[in-house]
């Protein structure tokens, strides 16, 4: 099992700047991807950015120079800098560990952008 917990959410106004932390425990020796995942009301969650453990990094369209996905894996974290924030990145974030053949989320973290 592995347990994943983010901190970071909050409510911004737009062009502003958030930063998402995840923290990963328990069975982690086998997690290869890390990444973010969100999930607006009425829609389905989506892949935000991810990284491989060897630091390979892809980003959805969306948020492409916008955010920044970096990994520790000495402290087994994951971060996600997300800057010049917009309406539509209102969401809730989800932490995922790929541990093959399972994948893992936390709980999630609430961001909204909104004047």
């Known amino acids: 099992q592995v347990q994943l917990v983010e901190s970071g959410g909050g409510l911004v106004h737009p062009g502003g700047s958030l930063r998402l932390s995840c923290a990963a425990s328990?069975?982690?020796?086998?997690?290869?991807?890390m990444g973010w995942y969100r999930q607006a009301p009425g829609k389905q969650r989506e892949p935000v950015a991810t990284?491989?453990?060897?630091?390979?990094?892809n980003y959805a369209d969306s948020v492409k120079g916008r955010f920044t996905i970096s990994r520790d894996n000495a402290k087994n974290m994951v971060y996600l800098q997300m800057n010049s924030l917009k309406p539509e990145d209102t969401a809730v974030y989800y932490c995922?560990?790929?541990?093959?053949?399972?994948?893992?989320y936390g709980q999630g973290t609430q961001v909204t952008v909104s004047s």
């Open positions: 328990g069975s982690i020796e086998n997690i290869y991807d």
């Open positions: 990284t491989t453990m060897y630091g390979t990094t």
């Open positions: 995922m560990a790929d541990d093959p053949p399972l994948l893992y």
